[in-house]
């Protein structure tokens, strides 16, 4: 078993940090729109859903003046800065918003947003969608509220491909939600294909960049550990996949973790070699709160596993901007 602080000598913990790992463009966009918000207009922001899925981050917002609900219908009559989450929002939200005559700011991230377009270029072209996703995940909810009832519909899994009637097997396209698993989504997509040789879709799928580098490099780290740790929130669908990822690739000591004190010392005794990650919503304060717990009761060294280089930026919303460069 592991030793605690101060019972004699500590047992060695080679510690593999995946790289990349924690927040991606779009998270630090969404949150900088609130914290810009904050400073150019003063509390109270209302944020509608949690800016990002992260237990964390939303408390430190809050604690700065932010303040999240789930519907605009929570927000009294205010001039305050209504901040949409990075997950995208239905149409009917935006609509909403401009009746009440609230201030809006759209933090959706520019890949789901993108995927919104995609979506509406179908439509336009008489094509049923599919979207494949998970149901309820907000991010789901704004892409199938981008188009009438009925356009869009949704596709969980292989089996649900095979069970799927289209109005017109000839015209149909798909899309996917950014933060899916890339070796499931590939198996859906392909069962479309299969069924439907004509289906339109993107090049590759919608899984975004920061999905499937921090799905890649824990593909490589996972059989390489006794144990993974992936640091983020429960609700945070990119850090439930890669603890997914983890366990199909050879690990069958992997738990998801929000913040060091919910560590489950029973799962991490004996260990030798261990791999930690985060989820793109995860900031690197908790992944060095982990490390910290673990050194507690190991003699750690740690050593990056990077297989990918991450440069993304995307700027703030225009109207954030545009202050900015006032100022
Ligand atoms: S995980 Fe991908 S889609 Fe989601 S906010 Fe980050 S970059 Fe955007």
């Given at each position: 078993?592991?030793?605690?602080?101060?019972?004699?000598?500590?047992?060695?913990?080679?510690?593999?940090?995946?790289?990349?790992?924690?927040?991606?463009?779009?998270?630090?966009?969404?949150?900088?729109?609130?914290?810009?918000?904050?400073?150019?207009?003063?509390?109270?922001?209302?944020?509608?859903?949690?800016?990002?899925?992260?237990?964390?981050?939303?408390?430190?917002?809050?604690?700065?003046?932010?303040?999240?609900?789930?519907?605009?219908?929570?927000?009294?009559?205010?001039?305050?800065?209504?901040?949409?989450?990075?997950?995208?929002?239905?149409?009917?939200?935006?609509?909403?918003?401009?009746?009440?005559?609230?201030?809006?700011?759209?933090?959706?991230?520019?890949?789901v947003t993108k995927v919104h377009r995609e979506a509406e270029i179908h439509h336009k072209r008489g094509r049923q969608i599919v979207l494949i996703g998970h149901a309820g995940h907000p991010e789901v909810i704004g892409t199938i509220?981008?188009?009438?009832?009925?356009?869009?519909?949704?596709?969980?899994?292989?089996?649900?491909?095979?069970?799927?009637?289209?109005?017109?097997?000839?015209?149909?396209?798909?899309?996917?939600?950014?933060?899916?698993?890339?070796?499931?989504?590939?198996?859906?997509?392909?069962?479309?294909?299969?069924?439907?040789?004509?289906?339109?879709?993107?090049?590759?799928?919608?899984?975004?960049?920061?999905?499937?580098?921090?799905?890649?490099?824990?593909?490589?780290?996972?059989?390489?550990?006794?144990?993974?740790?992936?640091?983020?929130?429960?609700?945070?669908?990119?850090?439930?996949?890669?603890?997914?990822?983890?366990?199909?690739?050879?690990?069958?000591?992997?738990?998801?973790?929000?913040?060091?004190?919910?560590?489950?010392?029973?799962?991490?005794?004996?260990?030798?070699?261990?791999?930690?990650?985060?989820?793109?919503?995860?900031?690197?304060?908790?992944?060095?709160?982990?490390?910290?717990?673990?050194?507690?009761?190991?003699?750690?060294?740690?050593?990056?596993?990077?297989?990918?280089?991450?440069?993304?930026?995307?700027?703030?919303?225009?109207?954030?901007?545009?202050?900015?460069?006032?100022?």
């Amino acid at each position: 078993m592991s030793q605690p602080a101060g019972s004699g000598r500590k047992p060695p913990l080679k510690v593999l940090l995946c790289s990349p790992r924690g927040f991606c463009a779009g998270v630090v966009r969404a949150i900088d729109s609130v914290e810009r918000a904050l400073d150019r207009y003063g509390a109270p922001v209302y944020v509608r859903h949690e800016i990002v899925h992260n237990r964390y981050v939303v408390e430190s917002l809050k604690a700065k003046g932010a303040i999240f609900v789930e519907e605009l219908d929570e927000i009294p009559e205010t001039d305050a800065p209504v901040i949409f989450s990075a997950h995208g929002v239905p149409k009917s939200i935006p609509e909403e918003a401009k009746k009440r005559n609230f201030f809006a700011l759209d933090a959706t991230c520019p890949l789901v947003t993108k995927v919104h377009r995609e979506a509406e270029i179908h439509h336009k072209r008489g094509r049923q969608i599919v979207l494949i996703g998970h149901a309820g995940h907000p991010e789901v909810i704004g892409t199938i509220g981008q188009l009438p009832s009925g356009a869009i519909t949704l596709v969980q899994s292989v089996d649900e491909v095979a069970a799927f009637m289209p109005r017109d097997p000839g015209n149909l396209a798909y899309v996917t939600q950014t933060t899916l698993s890339v070796d499931d989504t590939a198996d859906i997509v392909a069962a479309l294909k299969a069924r439907f040789p004509q289906i339109h879709g993107p090049h590759k799928e919608d899984i975004c960049y920061a999905t499937t580098n921090r799905q890649e490099v824990v593909k490589k780290v996972a059989p390489m550990v006794e144990a993974m740790v992936v640091v983020g929130s429960p609700n945070s669908s990119n850090t439930q996949r890669l603890k997914e990822v983890a366990e199909r690739a050879g690990c069958a000591r992997a738990a998801l973790v929000q913040r060091a004190e919910d560590i489950d010392w029973s799962l991490f005794g004996s260990l030798t070699s261990l791999g930690i990650t985060a989820g793109a919503s995860a900031p690197e304060i908790l992944v060095e709160e982990v490390i910290g717990a673990f050194a507690e009761r190991y003699a750690v060294s740690v050593e990056t596993v990077t297989t990918a280089e991450e440069s993304m930026f995307f700027p703030l919303p225009r109207v954030l901007r545009e202050t900015e460069a006032a100022e």
